[in-house]
């Protein structure tokens, strides 16, 4: 039932459109304003005089202009008889709910009575309310009738039923927590058994697969369903929409979508009848003729018939493919051979839509890696297609053969993507890049002919965007590899041409292993190189070149002063990024230089964190000299001091400790069957408070003794303590210590906190015990959500490349469930969501100067198996300690 046009909205809106000046547009709004105002008063108004008011009122909210009338008006034209009111009502209210939330519960009576309408375009318009998404209360309030009207009543309108599926859906994706998963399942199979509809069933399958997603789970009486539905799909035994001389195809390739999402597992009951399932799938593949003609405009129409029907199957067979590598090898009695054989005549049917096909269903099977040995005879194949002169093709087979790389193919597929690399676009080379240099890593052998490799990338490469992470396949823990890469920087930066890229790689590298050619070219020899080549690098190439000469100094003190007055020249660079990086490396090495050496050499120490070690041993005649600049930093640590009245040392429970640092809920810390310790935090910036409530729970009404306590901390933390706790305590009794503390730096260790008692009838002769626990004041609880928007989040994220840590974990949860973790444990933002990735964003200013930024990202990886945590922040203690943090929460959410 279309809505009736209302000519004065039209003319209010044209005339609008006339005036040329905002101010003739503001007057003519506030002069209709005072006329709606007007009509709105009178209770007489017939409903298209209602209609006509209430949607000039929404075109006005949505050119931004401010009012305060219309919103009772919208609530009682949603409840009104006239199917037109209502629907303007309807509308209204979406566009207005912004400003409408604290009248959200005089909608809900309103939508259920509508739910219970006899007239089919009135439920349809409620159901359409719900599912354009509201409030978790309103969600709430109707989930309980659109269930009722699913299994006790269902509507026997196949659009209301469609429309029913798809609101609940909605419902499941903004509020998942509403969704019972035991119910649920009986109610799915229930509504999956009897839904005979095509276009229902669509709607069915998203919902399913959308409880698959949020909730997990066993779902094998839904799935067996699912199957039967496909087999009777195959055997023509239902009707249907028909594609041509395809029967329900959409259909099809949803089904099979829902069947690869379901955790394969070797005991699933459905296994037998989904082997037959895909042996019927497969036959039909087998049966699929390559076609050589492209969708083009001049094309004829049973051209274009013809090759709309094949690309449909073909998409078919890809979701075939899709669902038989999933499930591989638990289908054993299904044979891969079709799927290979299928790509073979892809690829030589010799057209864009064939190949990029062939390409799909390729991408599908290697993110099995059972499928990767049987997908490697074909590398010679995918090699020749690096030619096309199709940049799409030619990007993802450069990322497929990269994938398929190993140590037995590299000589065959590196030299040709080299070549490439050469001709192709910076387009393609970003696609590329980043694969072909895990390529490299994998499957190359170290030596120089690896090092070789890598410059030659970075040659070749019109953009040095995609070239951000090659230091990280430089890095080695292998001592003759460093020597080698050292070798190699210095013959690139003492010759005539270089560029941006290769200065960036060798600053790094001679940062890091330049004291391992020292008897090429000393330290001071290597700093002279980079200072010749300071003035014509990027301002973030300079940065990289000032850590590399600070890391060479705090190595070979001699080089201090010079280093200094390099600092203090640059100190007011017109880069604020390079004047930044001077100042804060100028200001460290004056003011704390002990922190400075130690900082620098755990720089030197970074692929630690790509899952490597490196040897950052020196030379005989710098080890002393660092040696006792060392011993000074280690000297300002404070150490427990030994207590000869103590008779035994006994440490804090662990598990509690984990839950304290999870959440800043106050709970127990200790408990011995003596004394409990129970915990009370508060953070604000860089301050924290903690309350440590000690009570005595001792059997036999014995009296406690506090013999004193002590607080130690790092230097990174100062920890005060504000009360004496000495004295007795008396049965039940409970003293409390008042701690506070402020963050200094970035750390890693928590305080320490040592309390002494004696127990017993007679306190006074009984030797102290002594409790030393650590205190639940973690860097991520200072840390304060850092809001991002989302257009910014990733130019951020770029800007912190110099600092990265990765971790590849297993995760078989949603994605969100990670996200909520790891956001709580950081105290983060999340700038960006959606189904594969996120963005979580956190601060901490412990320095006004230079607060700490910290960015996760997490990445589900194409098979929802495993999930990639990557880090960057603007210090290297920063990336290790977030890692930790992001690590401990998806491990507890997966516990």
Not at 28 to 36: G, Q, T, Y
Not at 586 to 614: A, K, S, Y
Not at 724 to 743: A, M, Q, R, T, Y
Not at 829 to 849: G, L, P, Y
Request: glycine share 4%; net charge neutral.
């Amino acid at each position: 039932m279309a809505a009736q046009p209302v000519q004065g909205v039209i003319n209010f809106i044209t005339s609008l459109k006339k005036e040329q000046l905002r101010a003739d547009r503001d007057y003519l709004i506030r002069e209709e304003l005072v006329k709606i105002h007007g009509r709105l008063a009178v209770s007489s108004n017939n409903g298209y005089e209602q209609r006509k008011c209430l949607l000039k009122l929404v075109y006005i909210h949505m050119l931004g202009q401010d009012m305060d009338i219309g919103y009772m008006e919208t609530i009682n034209m949603m409840a009104s008889d006239s199917f037109q009111v209502k629907m303007a009502g309807y509308m209204a209210y979406e566009v207005l709910s912004s400003e409408m939330d604290d009248l959200s519960s005089l909608v809900i009576n309103t939508v259920r009575d509508d739910l219970k309408s006899g007239n089919i375009h009135v439920k349809a318009l409620a159901i359409n309310f719900i599912a354009n998404g509201c409030s978790e209360e309103f969600n709430k309030s109707v989930l309980s009738d659109l269930v009722c009207m699913l299994l006790v009543s269902p509507p026997k309108s196949t659009t209301i039923r469609k429309k029913l599926y798809l609101g609940v859906t909605q419902i499941l994706r903004t509020n998942p927590e509403l969704f019972k998963l035991s119910e649920w399942k009986s109610n799915m199979k229930t509504l999956m058994a009897n839904e005979r509809d095509g276009k229902c069933t669509m709607a069915l399958v998203c919902l399913l697969m959308e409880f698959i997603r949020k909730l997990g789970g066993q779902w094998d009486d839904c799935i067996s369903i699912v199957i039967e539905s496909l087999l009777r799909i195959l055997s023509s035994n239902v009707s249907g929409e028909k594609y041509y001389t395809l029967k329900n195809p959409w259909l099809v390739v949803r089904l099979l979508s829902s069947l690869a999402l379901v955790d394969p597992t070797a005991d699933a009951p459905f296994l037998g009848i989904l082997e037959h399932l895909l042996n019927r799938l497969l036959d039909r593949m087998n049966a699929l003729k390559k076609n050589n003609i492209e969708y083009t405009a001049g094309a004829s129409t049973k051209e274009k018939v013809a090759a709309s029907v094949w690309t449909m199957a073909v998409s078919i067979a890809t979701e075939t493919v899709r669902v038989l590598v999933h499930w591989y090898p638990y289908v054993s009695r299904v044979s891969i051979k079709s799927a290979i054989d299928l790509v073979d005549r892809l690829i030589s049917a010799d057209t864009s839509p064939a190949i990029g096909n062939a390409i799909s269903i390729i991408e599908i099977m290697v993110t099995n890696p059972d499928l990767k040995d049987l997908i490697k005879p074909m590398v010679p194949k995918l090699l020749a297609l690096l030619s096309s002169s199709d940049t799409t093709i030619k990007s993802k087979v450069g990322v497929l053969v990269s994938r398929l790389c190993d140590g037995n193919n590299w000589n065959l597929i590196i030299p040709e993507l080299l070549s490439t690399l050469r001709d192709c676009d910076s387009k393609v080379q970003s696609e590329i890049i980043p694969h072909m240099l895990d390529a490299i890593e994998d499957a190359v052998p170290l030596g120089s002919l690896y090092i070789d490799t890598v410059l030659q990338v970075v040659m070749m490469t019109h953009d040095d965007r995609s070239l951000k992470d090659v230091c990280r396949v430089l890095y080695s823990d292998s001592a003759e590899q460093q020597v080698k890469i050292a070798k190699a920087c210095l013959d690139v930066i003492k010759g005539n041409q270089l560029n941006d890229t290769l200065l960036r790689i060798c600053a790094t590298m001679l940062g890091s292993y330049g004291h391992r050619v020292a008897e090429i070219a000393t330290l001071a020899e290597q700093a002279s190189y980079l200072k010749r080549w300071f003035i014509v690098a990027s301002p973030e190439v300079q940065s990289e070149i000032l850590h590399a000469l600070c890391k060479s100094a705090a190595r070979k003190p001699s080089l201090f002063k010079s280093v200094e007055s390099f600092l203090e020249i640059h100190a007011s660079h017109k880069d604020v990024s390079v004047q930044t990086s001077a100042c804060m490396l100028l200001r460290m090495m004056m003011l704390q230089r002990p922190m400075f050496v130690r900082i620098m050499l755990e720089e030197c120490r970074i692929p630690q964190l790509h899952d490597t070690q490196c040897d950052t041993s020196v030379s005989s005649n710098e080890t002393d000299s660092n040696y006792h600049i060392l011993n000074r930093t280690r000297s300002l640590t404070p150490t427990e001091e030994s207590n000869s009245e103590a008779s035994e040392d006994v440490n804090s429970n662990d598990e509690l400790l984990e839950d304290r640092l999870l959440n800043n809920t106050p709970g127990l810390l200790f408990s011995d069957g003596n004394i409990n310790i129970w915990v009370e935090q508060a953070y604000l910036h860089s301050n924290a408070k903690v309350l440590l409530r000690i009570t005595n729970i001792s059997e036999g009404n014995r009296k406690i003794e506090i013999k004193g306590a002590d607080l130690h901390c790092n230097k990174y933390i100062t920890g005060i303590v504000h009360n004496d706790i000495d004295g007795l305590l008396e049965p039940e009794g409970s003293i409390c210590h008042k701690l506070s503390f402020v963050l200094r730096g970035i750390h890693h260790s928590l305080p320490k906190y040592t309390i002494k008692y004696t127990s017993g009838k007679s306190v006074e002769y009984t030797k102290a015990k002594r409790i030393s626990m650590k205190l639940p004041v973690s860097l991520g609880k200072f840390m304060e959500p850092l809001f991002v928007d989302k257009a910014d989040v990733k130019q951020l994220w770029e800007s912190l490349s110099r600092k990265e840590v990765t971790k590849d974990i297993s995760w078989r949860m949603p994605i969100q469930s990670a996200i909520e973790a790891v956001s709580e444990r950081l105290n983060g933002h999340v700038s960006e969501a959606d189904d594969n990735h996120a963005f979580i964003c956190s601060t901490c200013e412990h320095d006004a100067n230079y607060p700490l930024v910290s960015i996760v990202l997490l990445h589900m990886r194409p098979s929802g198996r495993r999930m990639t945590v990557a880090v960057r922040a603007s210090s290297s203690n920063a990336v290790s300690m977030a890692l930790q943090l992001a690590l401990a929460a998806l491990h507890t959410k997966d516990d």
